[in-house]
């Protein structure tokens, strides 16, 4: 995804599981010809449709925008397959880049479009409609749930009337004018929203918000509008454009989001909190996963940890890492891996379990598939030095690994 650096797709190879890892891989069509502005595609493969009398209801997600760049390969994040897991027929709508023109050209026809769609899945027979989007797709989603009573609900991550301020122009006096602007233009539309039931997400340090945050006039909005809503803000333990991508978004919020668009149960109140998670968020292992004990030797058994840095300046994103080693013998070690988000809290926290093979002096794991290779090599009984190699055998970054996660 756009905005994420190197280090993310070096942790993607590290980990077996990326919080979008099976959306990544699945590809989305070009439009059939030029003239072509919207087309629909199942947004998973693995899910087709079930039909109006089958499915629990039908889901209808935008893509964002960035000016003339397709963005229709971009896919919906994780917590949108758990609908489709959920009963849901999840359709991914598809707009041709060389029809985006601004919103007052071309996003009230991509409004437009999608009443058509959610007009046709009334008569259809589907029970429920939901609207959902990132970025632009979400500023959509909320600007079409004004519009008609015929939506269940508004899925929104990251929403904006526009690309003009994301990036380097969010930094300048001019972007900020226009963030400002954009901001007044989403808090007045979700107060008109007329949809039951709505979430929001927007991070912190959105690089699409500008200086200002937007969090007030968002619940401001929220709060005028006529259903039951969820606001995961600036309070979360992520940050950026892309949170809702995340795989701890997915593992911290995901449920929380099913209960609320749960069609058996109605939400209590006019606002619903997820709960945010609880202890040490630095790292994400799997379920139930606990901690080695360090074992009382000159084994290698426990837990370590560091910050990874770009090599060979020293300065790179700082990622964390913490590498849990369970076992230990004659032809090298078995680890869990995780890999934290980042400084700024806006990288995928992944986990992976590694089979080292010592070579002797060092231990070393390699996915030759990918082009991917670490190396742990103990120095002394306290520190550990970690390296990870690209395909050419450049070490990309590196870390020293002390005792203790």
């Not at 919906?76 to 985006?100: C, M, S, T, Y």
């Not at 749930?145 to 269940?152: C, E, Q």
């Not at 070490?395 to 203790?404: I, N, S």
Request: proline share 7%; charged share 20%.
């Amino acid at each position: 995804m756009p905005g994420w650096p190197l280090f993310l797709r070096l942790a993607a190879l590290a980990a077996t599981s990326l919080a979008a890892g099976a959306a990544f891989a699945q590809p989305y069509d070009p439009p059939p010809s030029a003239w072509t502005a919207y087309w629909d595609v199942p947004a998973f493969k693995d899910h087709p449709y079930k039909g109006p009398a089958a499915a629990t209801g039908v889901m209808f997600w935008s893509h964002g925008v960035s000016g003339k760049l397709e963005q229709y390969g971009s896919p919906p994040p994780e917590i949108v397959r758990d609908f489709a897991r959920a009963g849901w027929d999840v359709v991914k709508i598809q707009r041709n880049n060389l029809h985006e023109n601004g919103w007052t050209a071309s996003g009230t026809k991509h409004v437009a479009d999608l009443l058509e769609r959610i007009e046709k899945a009334h008569a259809q027979g589907y029970r429920r409609i939901i609207a959902a989007g990132q970025s632009y797709g979400g500023a959509i989603s909320i600007e079409a749930s004004a519009r008609t009573d015929k939506l269940f609900g508004v899925l929104a991550t990251g929403p904006g009337h526009g690309s003009d301020t994301c990036g380097r122009m969010s930094g300048s006096q001019g972007g900020s004018r226009i963030a400002d602007t954009l901001q007044r233009q989403l808090s007045d539309a979700i107060a008109r929203m007329k949809v039951p039931r709505a979430i929001v997400v927007m991070a912190a340090n959105d690089e699409c918000q500008g200086f200002n945050d937007p969090g007030p006039a968002i619940r401001a909005g929220l709060v005028a509008s006529a259903g039951k809503f969820v606001f995961l803000d600036a309070a979360m333990p992520l940050a950026g454009h892309l949170a809702a991508y995340l795989a701890q978004f997915r593992t911290w919020y995901g449920a929380c989001v099913q209960r609320f668009f749960d069609p058996e149960s109605e939400p209590a109140g006019k606002e619903t909190s997820c709960p945010h998670p609880s202890g040490d968020t630095r790292f994400l292992f799997p379920a139930a996963y606990r901690l080695p004990a360090t074992v009382a030797s000159d084994r290698l058994i426990g837990a370590w940890s560091g910050v990874l840095a770009r090599t060979p300046h020293g300065a790179g994103d700082g990622q964390e890492v913490c590498l849990a080693i369970e076992t230990q013998d004659a032809k090298g070690l078995a680890a869990t891996m995780a890999f934290g988000a980042g400084p700024e809290r806006r990288l995928p926290m992944t986990s992976t379990r590694p089979r080292l093979r010592s070579d002797g002096a060092s231990f070393v794991y390699t996915v030759e598939s990918r082009g991917y290779r670490m190396t742990v090599t103990p120095r002394g009984r306290d520190a550990l030095d970690l390296e990870i190699s690209t395909a050419h055998g450049a070490t990309a970054f590196a870390a020293t690994l002390a005792r203790g996660c």
